[in-house]
Antibody, heavy 117, light 108 residues
Framework: QGHLVQSGAEVKKPGASVKVSCKVSGYTLSEFSIHWVRQAPGKGLEWMGGFDPKDGETFYAQKFQGRVTMTEDTSTDTADMEMSSLRFEDTAVYYC????????????WGQGTLVTV | SDVLTQPPSVSVAPGQTARITCGGNNIGGKTVHWYQQKPGQAPVLIVYDDSDRPSGIPERFSGSNSGNTATLTIRRVDAGDEADYYCQAWDSSSDHLLFGGGTQLTVL
């Protein structure tokens, strides 16, 4: 059974960058897709982007294109999400989640990482 | 841009059937998933690929998708089903996913 463990909470100033890590066990990122989803306080879920190992491509929601970088290290089964130029409205819980194949539902989720700007 | 529209809230009496809709332009041409989220917890996948259930999800939960509406149906609702429910659609033409705004289910 898969397990996703995320890095700890972060507090950042506006304009700074943040990196959230997601360590995957029980799955290999060379076969499974990793997605990033965020949830602002009291708000709904927002898909940020995802990696499709089938063609090695990362897709970003238009809103985050150019400000978010998602990377995957298949040797350590760790995924990172880095966001730059942070704004107050980026305060949210950030989740990593895994799916197979890319467009299917995400069956396992990390515990979430609170980023406070 | 695409938008998925869910009712903000649905209320149902225990033992009855709850239906939560997810509206979108030609959503029937996309693949839809449903998640349940309880306060302070990560979402849980309850229906994927329009109508399949992950192992461990009761048969009371079912999904359908056609035309401009996808629907999550929860039969024999009980207090433990109180949660926020989100639809998610995958557009294979863009490889982008999108969440609906979420529906708060209240069991009366």
């Amino acid at each position: 059974q898969g397990h996703l463990v995320q890095s700890g909470a972060e507090v950042k100033k506006p304009g700074a960058s943040v990196k959230v890590s997601c360590k995957v066990s029980g799955y290999t990122l060379s076969e499974f897709s990793i997605h990033w989803v965020r949830q602002a306080p009291g708000k709904g879920l927002e898909w940020m982007g995802g990696f499709d190992p089938k063609d090695g491509e990362t897709f970003y929601a238009q809103k985050f294109q150019g400000r978010v970088t998602m990377t995957e290290d298949t040797s350590t089964d760790t995924a990172d999400m880095e966001m730059s130029s942070l704004r107050f409205e980026d305060t949210a819980v950030y989740y990593c989640a895994i799916s197979w194949p890319y467009g299917s539902g995400s069956s396992h989720w990390g515990q979430g990482t609170l980023v406070t700007v | 841009s695409d938008v998925l529209t869910q009712p903000p809230s649905v209320s149902v009496a225990p033992g009855q059937t709850a239906r939560i809709t997810c509206g979108g332009n030609n959503i029937g041409g996309k693949t839809v998933h449903w998640y349940q989220q309880k306060p302070g917890q990560a979402p849980v996948l309850i229906v994927y690929d329009d109508s399949d259930r992950p192992s461990g999800i009761p048969e009371r939960f079912s999904g359908s998708n056609s035309g401009n509406t996808a629907t999550l149906t929860i039969r024999r609702v009980d207090a433990g089903d109180e949660a926020d429910y989100y639809c998610q659609a995958w557009d294979s033409s863009s490889d982008h996913l999108l969440f609906g705004g979420g529906t708060q289910l209240t069991v009366l």
